[in-house]
């Protein structure tokens, strides 16, 4: 019942967005900055001008909500890319078709409706929560609009939402329609499942002739291909080579050690579990709890946590506050308290020791050396790259390259499976991936702040490998597709059984699952078991078929759902709603398409393209 309330109210809040969108759109998008192109109109909808600045102020507004929302920035490329531009321009033209429908029909709103309106919008409200009108001036004046502009804009949005009402307003949902998606949603099952496995065949599987092998392999040669193999020659020029060329600074070294001293140099520290009490008296019955025998992590759960939620990681004696003493004098784990924490009277426990950690910097220094010298080579390499474009831009070669100091040239036959380290690097892959014959080589950066250059040799094209080279391969596919022949033709004779009156439980181990809906599922079987089930009548059984799973399943029930309980009630009452409000939203939909299509639109692209070309 719980998932029909929540479908309900994720369409009618769909709904209601959507009215709200189009509300906001009508406004033209307030508080972004004026595109400049005053007079020019993106279109017209009878009488009614959509001015440039109205478009350019919505079509920002959405850009800036969805950055807002994905943290990153939302280009128009990418807008127009998913329809966005148009989206927006519809609710416009919708917006602007209602008003002229407003206006053709004398429907208006008076000036207490407006006042109403902005008294009851917080933005405009003083530090007493009622409205106050410098607080609505200096809000307009910072969003560059006047009063009478925006009271002009609100007796207009008023307007076109009465006319809305008036339109999507007093739908019913018909009773048949809910009572059919009622009982589609609530219906219930019980099911009874048997997993069919390789104990449960009558007779093992027979062991592959060399023909059975030959033939499968024949048939399933795409499954034993090699995959296309590039020839590769490349130049690297990587920092592990450079780097041991490279001078040592002793005092450098020392101030590295020295930055990073907590790394080498750190105190005896325990591994810590803090659980916090309200008052001491709960702590110190809980510590006598664990005296008596209990459990560290019964009185956790009683106190709903988690041990992860007690967890505070390795700790020094300091950090413990008032517990310090206690917890660094344990010898073994145990747990000591209570004590006072900045969250309230706790227990630790301590689960181990760590002893004091204390590396002098001769025994540091090597390992120094060698980030130093890393680093250095990065550096070393980054000031040498514009000396190497040039030898390339020369028309040097690949062999070219690899003459200078500390390069090296080398082949690999590339591929996706390819091990050799050089295939380990991203860009060197991408590189590889995308070399055509003919190119003149490029520096490419690799990761580790290498350089390398290569060359397309030549390409040899996917293929099957040979049958005594995947011999192996083929014999496990075989075996794996035959046992799993033999389990459906297992799976369909324990059916045709079932249904002739045999017990499922006959077989084996049966799994029998409570009601559920077709928004349940089934442990310890796959997803498409439930989808099958609501599509068999009860008593039937249906061989269940997946590459991991296989086994019959039977339909032990089908109940109808109930009718009157409270449950059934409010599920009822929110689909009602979320079809009135699809009606309603049709309804709107067809009406305004109707009034613009009679009031006639006209579009003006190359205003629009003027908009477009201002928005980055």
Same mark, same amino acid.
């Given at each position: 019942?719980?998932?029909?309330?929540?479908?309900?109210?994720? =369409?009618?809040?769909?709904?209601?967005?959507?009215?709200?969108?189009?509300?906001?759109?009508?406004?033209?998008?307030?508080?972004?900055?004026?595109?400049?192109?005053?007079?020019?109109?993106?279109?017209?909808?009878?009488?009614?001008?959509?001015?440039?600045?109205?478009?350019?102020?919505?079509?920002?507004?959405?850009?800036?909500?969805?950055?807002?929302?994905?943290?990153?920035?939302?280009?128009?490329?990418?807008?127009?890319? *998913?329809?966005?531009?148009?989206?927006?321009?519809?609710?416009?033209?919708?917006?602007?078709?209602?008003?002229?429908?407003?206006?053709?029909?004398?429907?208006?709103?008076?000036?207490?409706?407006?006042?109403?309106? #902005?008294?009851?919008?917080?933005?405009? &409200?003083?530090?007493?929560?009622? *409205?106050?009108?410098?607080?609505?001036?200096?809000?307009?004046?910072?969003?560059?609009?006047?009063?009478?502009?925006?009271?002009?804009?609100?007796?207009? %949005?008023?307007?076109?939402?009465?006319?809305?009402?008036?339109?999507?307003?007093? *739908?019913?949902?018909?009773?048949?329609?809910?009572?059919?998606?009622?009982?589609?949603?609530?219906?219930?099952?019980?099911?009874?499942?048997?997993?069919?496995?390789?104990?449960?065949?009558?007779?093992?599987?027979?062991?592959?002739?060399?023909?059975? #092998?030959?033939?499968?392999?024949?048939?399933?040669?795409?499954?034993?291909?090699?995959?296309?193999?590039?020839?590769?020659?490349?130049?690297?020029?990587?920092?592990?080579?450079?780097?041991?060329?490279?001078?040592?600074?002793?005092?450098?070294?020392?101030?590295?050690?020295?930055?990073?001293?907590?790394?080498?140099?750190?105190?005896?520290?325990?591994?810590?579990?803090?659980?916090?009490?309200?008052?001491?008296?709960?702590?110190? =019955?809980?510590?006598?709890?664990?005296?008596?025998?209990?459990?560290?992590?019964?009185?956790?759960?009683?106190?709903?946590?988690?041990?992860?939620?007690?967890?505070?990681?390795?700790?020094?004696?300091?950090?413990?506050?008032?517990?310090?003493?206690?917890?660094?004098?344990?010898?073994?784990?145990?747990?000591?308290?209570?004590?006072?924490?900045?969250?309230?009277? =706790?227990?630790?426990?301590?689960?181990?020791?760590? %002893?004091?950690?204390?590396?002098?910097?001769?025994?540091?220094?090597?390992?120094?050396?060698?980030?130093?010298?890393?680093?250095?080579?990065?550096?070393?390499?980054?000031?040498?790259?514009?000396?190497?474009?040039?030898?390339?831009?020369?028309?040097?070669?690949?062999?070219?390259?690899?003459? &200078?100091?500390?390069?090296?040239?080398?082949?690999?036959?590339?591929?996706?499976?390819?091990?050799?380290?050089?295939?380990?690097?991203?860009?060197?892959?991408?590189?590889?991936?995308?070399?055509?014959?003919?190119?003149?080589?490029?520096?490419?950066? #690799?990761?580790?702040?290498?350089?390398?250059?290569?060359?397309?040799?030549?390409?040899?094209?996917?293929?099957?490998?040979?049958?005594?080279?995947?011999?192996?391969?083929?014999?496990?596919?075989? &075996?794996?597709?035959?046992?799993?022949?033999?389990?459906?033709?297992?799976?369909?004779?324990?059916?045709?059984?079932? &249904?002739?009156?045999?017990?499922?439980?006959?077989?084996?181990?049966?799994?029998?699952?409570?009601?559920?809906?077709?928004?349940?599922?089934?442990?310890?079987?796959?997803? %498409?078991?439930?989808?099958?089930? *609501?599509? #068999?009548?009860?008593?039937?059984?249906?061989?269940?078929?997946?590459?991991?799973?296989?086994?019959?399943?039977?339909?032990? %029930?089908?109940?109808?759902?109930?009718?009157?309980?409270?449950?059934?009630?409010?599920?009822?009452?929110?689909?009602?709603?979320?079809?009135?409000?699809?009606?309603?939203?049709?309804?709107?939909?067809?009406?305004?398409?109707?009034?613009?299509?009679?009031?006639?639109?006209?579009?003006?692209?190359?205003?629009?393209?003027?908009?477009?070309?201002?928005?980055?």
């Amino acid at each position: 019942m719980a998932e029909g309330k929540k479908r309900g109210n994720k =369409a009618m809040s769909v709904v209601l967005w959507l009215l709200m969108a189009m509300l906001i759109l009508g406004l033209g998008g307030f508080g972004v900055t004026n595109f400049g192109t005053t007079g020019q109109n993106i279109a017209t909808v009878g009488d009614q001008k959509i001015d440039a600045n109205a478009y350019s102020n919505a079509l920002q507004q959405q850009l800036q909500g969805i950055s807002q929302q994905t943290g990153q920035a939302f280009t128009l490329a990418q807008a127009r890319q *998913f329809g966005l531009d148009a989206q927006v321009r519809q609710s416009l033209i919708a917006s602007a078709a209602l008003k002229d429908e407003a206006d053709r029909i004398g429907l208006s709103v008076g000036d207490q409706v407006v006042a109403d309106e #902005l008294r009851r919008n917080p933005s405009f &409200q003083g530090a007493g929560g009622t *409205f106050n009108r410098e607080t609505y001036e200096l809000v307009l004046k910072q969003n560059g609009l006047t009063p009478a502009d925006y009271e002009a804009n609100v007796r207009e %949005s008023v307007a076109r939402s009465l006319l809305v009402g008036a339109v999507a307003g007093g *739908f019913a949902a018909p009773q048949a329609v809910t009572d059919t998606l009622y009982n589609y949603i609530a219906e219930r099952r019980g099911l009874s499942l048997l997993p069919v496995a390789e104990g449960d065949l009558p007779q093992p599987l027979p062991q592959p002739t060399e023909a059975d #092998l030959r033939a499968f392999y024949d048939a399933h040669s795409d499954r034993f291909m090699a995959p296309e193999t590039r020839q590769i020659t490349y130049a690297a020029l990587l920092p592990e080579t450079v780097a041991p060329n490279l001078p040592v600074d002793d005092a450098a070294l020392r101030d590295l050690y020295n930055q990073r001293i907590d790394e080498f140099v750190q105190p005896e520290r325990r591994l810590v579990e803090r659980l916090v009490f309200p008052d001491t008296a709960a702590a110190e =019955a809980a510590k006598a709890r664990i005296d008596g025998g209990a459990a560290f992590e019964d009185i956790v759960a009683e106190r709903g946590l988690e041990l992860t939620d007690t967890d505070l990681g390795d700790v020094a004696k300091e950090d413990l506050g008032a517990a310090g003493d206690a917890v660094f004098a344990l010898a073994e784990p145990g747990v000591v308290g209570s004590f006072d924490s900045d969250l309230g009277p =706790a227990l630790f426990r301590m689960n181990g020791i760590l %002893s004091a950690h204390d590396v002098p910097f001769e025994e540091a220094r090597d390992d120094l050396a060698t980030e130093f010298q890393a680093d250095a080579a990065k550096r070393a390499i980054a000031d040498r790259r514009n000396a190497l474009e040039d030898v390339l831009a020369g028309g040097g070669t690949v062999e070219d390259l690899a003459k &200078q100091p500390d390069f090296t040239l080398g082949t690999i036959d590339y591929n996706a499976e390819s091990e050799d380290p050089i295939a380990g690097y991203p860009a060197f892959r991408q590189a590889a991936e995308a070399a055509q014959p003919g190119d003149f080589p490029e520096l490419v950066q #690799l990761d580790d702040g290498g350089l390398i250059a290569l060359r397309l040799d030549g390409v040899t094209p996917a293929a099957a490998r040979p049958f005594e080279e995947v011999r192996d391969q083929v014999t496990e596919a075989w &075996q794996d597709d035959a046992l799993h022949k033999a389990l459906i033709a297992r799976a369909e004779e324990i059916r045709t059984a079932v &249904q002739n009156g045999t017990n499922l439980s006959d077989f084996g181990t049966v799994n029998v699952t409570g009601d559920i809906t077709r928004e349940g599922n089934a442990t310890a079987a796959p997803s %498409s078991v439930v989808e099958t089930a *609501f599509g #068999l009548d009860e008593g039937a059984a249906q061989v269940i078929d997946t590459p991991e799973w296989v086994g019959v399943l039977r339909v032990d %029930s089908v109940k109808p759902p109930a009718q009157d309980d409270e449950g059934a009630v409010a599920l009822k009452t929110q689909l009602s709603a979320q079809i009135e409000g699809a009606l309603a939203q049709d309804a709107q939909q067809m009406f305004t398409q109707t009034i613009a299509d009679t009031a006639g639109v006209q579009i003006n692209q190359a205003v629009i393209d003027a908009v477009h070309a201002q928005i980055p």
